[in-house]
């Protein structure tokens, strides 16, 4: 664990600057409770949140490994040094060698990360070659970096056409193998609904934002209620639903994709679940 008590930096008490991401409001900060850990730079990482730099001696580090899954797409793994993953304490203040990662496909991203492993489904990559990063970032979104330069790690991904020998198809196997559940087998996946109901206030998510098992073909419906007006999104099937404030809004997906999907709030970008397609 990095173990480095420095000041930060005069004048970053400033708004991101830049273009706003969807994660926050125009022209708030990244910064939700404030700390004392490394420089925080004036620079950002392309994306709206501030770099905050660290000596290199002790730095985190990450290295990206993609490995073709057999079913669809590819598993990926994260091998972190001088870093954890602190998935419960996102939002709070900076913690030496400690936060969550961004996945990246050329530049976008695709989703966040709060451990060492991830599946990436075909569909979500064009055909083609691409660059897929990983990007450390601490509790606070401030993008850990060393010598101005975000801590992240890149490997190189060709998708081939459908059907192409050698490549990854982007449609779903004719019949995928998916395991049985108890709370699935007295329904087939077409006819199940999966509710998950969440309440979210003073930016504080209840239950605790933990995975949601479901099989390819069923429905999830999401049921949000939030203390202020809000948007819902679900990455990898970009699927959004306003809430109104203190109301509850429903949204209703059928997840036609395997993979791992986060669903989280625009405005105050607070993850609400995950959701696990196999």
């Known amino acids: 664990m990095l173990a480095l008590v420095l000041l930060l930096a005069g004048g970053a008490a400033t708004g991101c600057g830049g273009r706003a991401t969807t994660h926050h409001k125009p022209g708030t900060s990244h ?32 290295q990206l490994t993609a490995r073709p899954d057999s079913e669809d797409g590819w598993n990926l793994q994260l091998a972190v040094k001088n870093y954890r993953f602190t998935p419960d304490s996102t939002g709070g203040g900076a913690l030496p060698g400690a936060g969550h990662a961004h996945l ?43 010598a101005g330069k975000p801590i992240e790690g890149s490997v190189q991904l060709t ?36 509710t998950v109901t969440v309440t979210v206030r003073d930016g504080k998510v209840s239950p605790a934002p933990a995975r949601t098992e479901l099989r390819r073909g069923e429905r999830v419906a999401l049921r949000v209620t939030s203390d202020r007006a809000d948007t819902l999104h679900v990455h990898g099937y970009d699927k959004e639903l306003a809430l109104p404030a203190g109301q509850e809004a429903t949204l209703i997906l059928t997840v036609d994709r395997t993979g791992l999907f986060e669903v989280e709030t625009h405005e105050s970008g607070l993850v609400l679940t995950q959701l696990l397609v196999r």
Do not use: C, I, M, N
């Not at 050329?106 to 897929?132: C, N």
């Open 31 to 62: 910064e939700q409770a404030s700390g004392d850990v490394g420089t925080l730079l004036t620079s950002d990482d392309g994306a709206g949140h501030h770099l905050r730099e660290v000596p290199a001696e002790g730095a985190p580090e990450v």
């Open 159 to 194: 998708a081939a056409a459908p059907g192409q020998a050698g490549g990854h198809s982007h449609t779903p196997p004719t019949t995928p193998t998916t395991p049985t559940t108890p709370t699935s087998q007295a329904a087939p996946e077409a006819d199940r609904t999966v």
């Open 104 to 146: 990246l496909l050329d530049g976008q991203k695709l989703a966040r990360l709060y451990g060492a492993w991830f599946h990436l489904p075909a569909a979500q990559v064009p055909e083609g070659a691409h660059t897929l990063t990983v990007r450390l970032y601490a509790d606070d979104h401030t993008a850990w970096a060393v």
